[in-house]
């Protein structure tokens, strides 16, 4: 019985000592990427909706150019036409979290980039003077260290 045991301790070093000793190390092809942490993307989707408000102080054109600068690169076909709209986004940055299973309307793909979720306040300008004003939620996705968005389209 104890040269069983014996034997059988022997095998399992001896297994341990060839497993320890392969050459267990892949090359996997690409740069690293630092993993997006949701305090980092926080800032960055607080500065988004900023700079989407400076936009719109700006005017129609300003604002239309920063959307179209900032719709997710897989989807730039589905801009919206603001016509003369403004609009300013107010984010409820409480209700800021992950959304790993959403894709646009009418798409089976989903955005690359990490999608998330956030209520927002929208209020729609014409002129200067508020046409509507609409509480809803907003996807935006952190891809490679930007936000992107999917232009609202309050003409549809």
């Known amino acids: 019985m104890r040269a ?3 034997t059988t ?5 001896a297994a341990a000592f060839v497993l320890l000793s392969l050459n267990r190390v892949t090359a996997i092809p690409g740069q690293p990427v630092a993993l997006s ?6 800032k ?13 102080k700006d005017g129609t054109a300003t604002q239309r150019d920063f959307l179209r600068r900032t719709q997710h690169p897989d989807f730039t076909d589905r801009l919206c036409d603001l016509g003369d709209l403004v609009l300013k986004i107010e984010p409820a940055m409480s209700t800021f ?3 790993s299973k959403w894709s646009p309307p009418d798409s089976a793909k ?3 980039g990490l999608v998330y979720v956030l209520g927002v306040s929208v209020s729609i300008r014409r002129a200067g003077a508020v046409i509507a004003e609409q509480i809803g939620s907003e996807r935006v996705v952190v891809l490679d260290g930007k936000v992107y968005g999917f ?5 549809q």
């Open 151 to 155: 232009t609202p389209c309050p003409t």
């Open 9 to 13: 301790v022997l095998t399992l070093v």
């Open 37 to 42: 942490t949701p305090e980092g993307d926080r």
């Open 110 to 112: 989903r955005p690359r």
């Open 97 to 99: 979290r992950v959304d």
């Open 4 to 6: 069983t045991v014996v």
């Open 44 to 56: 960055l989707v607080v500065d988004y909706f900023t700079e989407l408000n400076d936009a719109g």
